[in-house]
Each structure stands twice: as structure tokens, then as C-alpha cells.
């Protein structure tokens, strides 16, 4: 009776983790994620021990798998009670956690937008602002033992009805920009801003759309809804190369899914009133976790005499490095880019934006953690170029002033943690849009 039984447990366990491991699999799929895939392919493992061992008439693997299994049964019982309780209660862990409290502590700017705008894009919550040291902030929230940014000033960074950082009088303007956090780059005054800079030297209104995190679609979303103007006859869309390939592959998947189900992507921190899912969070975050204070320098700016440290991150890909994926998310993009241009009657332009690693390389000495060490200037520029051409779209690439500051010891960059430009960079990048705007 007891071999029965144990038989019986073990089939049950069979059947429950291949199923389990058939879901993961299903996730992995449908939701773009690969870190499911070792779980699914143990879980799979597993049911097939357990479907070996209740084939068995008896013997220890049996009695072993059938043991596990009454763990299994007796655990997911135990923890489907607190689950079932924790609901009914109306628990918010997010908030017992601290989770809301520990995103308001950052800037606006370093916050992921969360006011829904179009089909699956977000901008910032209208009208809202904050005042402080940006840069040092976000230091000393990630628990930095860097010294940078020490003579930064406090500012208050301010955002219009409509969710981007320009004043609410301005209803008419000559030039649209749209980007993503390096066109928004709310640690600096607007006036210090690439687009501050290319409006004073035009002596034209610049409208800047720029919002962290997005991508082209979501930027052509923005210079739809946003950037249409009796005077407007020139767009500038800012390509950053460091994210904006992943960008535009994550919005075009979120697209695909609001078009066919309606389920839309959600920047919010919701109330989270399950147990299960929150330890799940937790153990997928664990790494995350910093209990010391700690450098983020992992390299070294040669100027002059001198060595600045500062943190390298982004390593954008070649053309031959680039996806099936990523290239079908970028062409798309790049059409529905110059449609919309050319739909509304202006001039559309692409301002490329390089990272901080291709402007510095050649004047930098790699530390500790420095990552992708091999990794070389690709040809990413030049596909664009070609890419924007087939569209009429007017290819802007400041990266050669920036190299040659950076060859002067301008590091053109914010140096620790964060990989935006910083007010030498802004003015750099300024001035050849407003050249290339004023020259077409």
C-alpha cells in the first residue's frame, strides 16, 4: 500500500514539474524572458526523475522522490494559506518594503516615466518638479564612496502639463526634438541643454520631448501628439546608441502586445498584495541588493597630467553585432520616423548621440569591473547614416567634436554612475545641431 502510494507521489510530482516547466518555457517565449529557461529545463529534469523512480516497484530513489514530494505538497499547502490570507487581509508589500519610499528618494529625472501617453508609451506626471543636487543625490541613494560632483548647484527641475521639460507658455515653436534621457537630462537647467543651446545660437523655439527610457517609437508617438506647431517645420530625433536598439525592440514587443491582447506596459509600483510574488521579486533582485558602500569607478580618463576616474557601461554593437531583432525594430522605426515627418509637412532629422566609451576610447586606462574589456569603436555610425539616407532622413553626428574635446581632456560626460553628458557635452552637441540646422 505505502509503495502505492509513494508510486502515486511521484507521478503527481512528474506531471506537476513538467507542467511547471512547460509554463516557464511558454514565459520565456511570450514575454522576452531568457532567465526562465535554466529553471524550466531543472524543472524538466526533475519530472523526468520522477516519472523514472514511480515506474520503479519499490526502492530507495522511490522512497526518496516520493519523501520530496510530500515536502513539496506540505510547503506549496503552507505557503498557499499565507498567500490566500495575505489577500484577503489586502497586504501591500511594496509598501510595507518600501518600495514607493525608495523611488520618490531619486530625481524625477532618474525615476522611469509613469504617466501612460499613447498606445504603450509614458511621459512624465504633468506639472510635476523637484528641487535638490541631482547628481549628488543619486550618489549618495546608490551609496557611493565617489567623490564627483561637488560643485553641483541646486536646481529645481520642472515639467509642463504635458509631461516634458519646457515652460507652459510656449504654444508655438520652430524646431521639435525628441530623445530620450540624454535629450531630457534633468540634472541641468534647460538653458544648458543641447536644445537650449542650438535655440539661443538659431535664435529659433526649440519644443524639447525628450523623456528617460524611451525609444523611437515612442519619440515618433511624442512628435505626433506633441511636437505639431503652425511655425514647426523641423524635427530632430536624438538617437542615443548605448540603449536605443534595446528601446526600440522592448516598444515595438509592447506595441505587438496592447495591438493583440490590450494589455498595456505599467511604469507604476502597484499595490502588491501577494506574498509569492513578492519573495519572487526579492530572490530576482537579491543580486541588486547593496548592504556596504561601494566605488563605481572601473576606469580612468587620461587628461593631461592627470587621471579622472569615472564609470564606462554601454557597448553599442556593430552592424554584423546587431540582431534579427533589433535591425527589424530599428528599420521599422526609422519608416514610421520619416512617415510622420513627412506626413506633417517637416524636415526630419536624426542627431546621433554617441556613448561615452567611443568618445573617450584611446584616452582611457580600464580598472577594476570594467566592462566588455575587448570591445572596440563599431560601425554603428555609419549603418545609420546609410539607413537615414534611404529615408531622406539628415544624418547630424557630433561625435567628432566630441572625440576632439575629448583628445583636449574634456571628458564631455557626467563621470561617476551616470554615463549622460554633462554641460561641456550639452554645449559640444549644441553647436553642431545649430551649424547643421542653420546649414542644411
Known amino acids: 500500500m505505502k509503495t502505492t502510494f509513494d508510486r502515486l507521489l511521484c507521478f503527481v510530482g512528474a506531471l506537476g514539474c513538467v507542467a511547471a516547466a512547460a509554463l516557464l518555457r511558454w514565459r520565456m517565449m511570450t514575454h522576452d524572458a531568457p532567465h526562465w529557461a535554466v529553471p524550466s529545463i531543472v524543472l524538466a529534469v526533475i519530472g523526468c526523475i520522477a516519472l523514472a523512480a514511480g515506474l520503479l516497484k519499490g526502492g530507495l530513489l522511490q522512497r526518496g522522490v516520493a519523501g520530496l514530494m510530500k515536502l513539496a505538497l506540505t510547503t506549496a499547502i503552507t505557503f498557499g494559506a499565507a498567500e490566500g490570507a495575505c489577500r484577503v487581509i489586502g497586504i501591500d508589500f511594496n509598501e510595507l518594503l518600501g518600495a514607493r519610499k525608495a523611488n520618490e528618494a531619486f530625481p524625477i529625472y532618474f525615476r522611469l516615466p509613469a504617466h501612460p501617453s499613447g498606445e504603450a508609451y509614458f511621459t512624465r506626471d504633468p506639472g510635476s518638479s523637484w528641487t535638490g543636487k541631482p547628481l549628488q543625490t543619486l550618489l549618495k541613494n546608490h551609496r557611493s564612496t565617489d567623490v564627483a560632483y561637488t560643485d553641483e548647484a541646486e536646481l529645481t527641475i520642472s515639467y509642463s502639463r504635458e509631461g516634458f521639460r519646457n515652460p507652459d507658455d510656449l504654444t508655438d515653436w520652430d524646431i521639435a526634438v525628441v530623445g530620450d534621457s540624454f535629450t531630457e537630462s534633468g540634472y541641468l537647467p534647460e538653458q544648458t541643454l543641447f536644445t537650449g543651446i542650438a535655440a539661443e545660437k538659431l535664435g529659433k523655439r526649440v519644443k524639447n520631448l525628450g523623456i528617460t527610457d524611451s525609444g523611437t517609437f515612442a519619440q515618433t508617438h511624442y512628435l505626433e501628439a506633441y511636437g505639431k506647431a503652425p511655425s514647426c517645420k523641423t524635427a530632430v530625433l536624438a538617437f542615443f546608441e548605448g540603449n536605443d536598439l534595446d528601446d526600440n525592440h522592448r516598444e515595438l514587443r509592447d506595441r505587438e502586445r496592447f495591438r493583440t491582447s490590450g494589455e498595456k506596459p505599467d511604469h507604476s509600483i502597484p499595490r502588491q498584495s501577494s506574498l509569492l510574488k513578492t519573495i519572487m521579486n526579492l530572490v530576482r533582485d537579491a543580486k541588486k541588493i547593496r548592504l556596504t558602500d561601494r566605488s563605481y569607478a572601473n576606469a580612468f580618463f587620461k587628461s593631461g597630467d592627470k587621471e579622472i576616474a569615472l564609470t564606462i557601461a554601454d557597448a553599442p554593437p556593430s552592424k554584423a553585432e546587431m540582431s534579427a531583432a533589433h535591425s527589424k525594430a530599428l528599420h521599422l522605426a526609422l519608416d514610421e520616423y520619416a512617415a510622420a515627418c513627412t506626413k506633417a509637412g517637416i524636415k526630419a532629422h536624426l542627431l546621433y548621440i554617441p556613448c561615452k566609451r567611443r568618445v573617450l576610447h584611446g584616452h582611457l586606462r580600464q580598472g577594476t569591473d570594467y566592462p566588455q574589456p575587448q570591445w572596440q569603436p563599431g560601425d554603428l555610425p555609419e549603418h545609420l547614416q546609410s539607413e537615414c539616407a534611404k529615408r531622406g532622413i539628415a544624418f547630424i553626428n557630433p561625435t567628432p567634436a566630441l572625440r576632439a574635446a ?35
Open 406 to 440: 575629448a583628445a583636449q581632456g574634456q571628458p564631455c560626460f557626467n563621470t561617476i554612475y551616470d554615463t549622460h553628458l554633462d554641460a561641456t557635452g550639452h554645449q559640444i552637441i549644441g553647436g553642431v545641431l545649430a551649424k547643421a540646422l542653420a546649414n542644411p
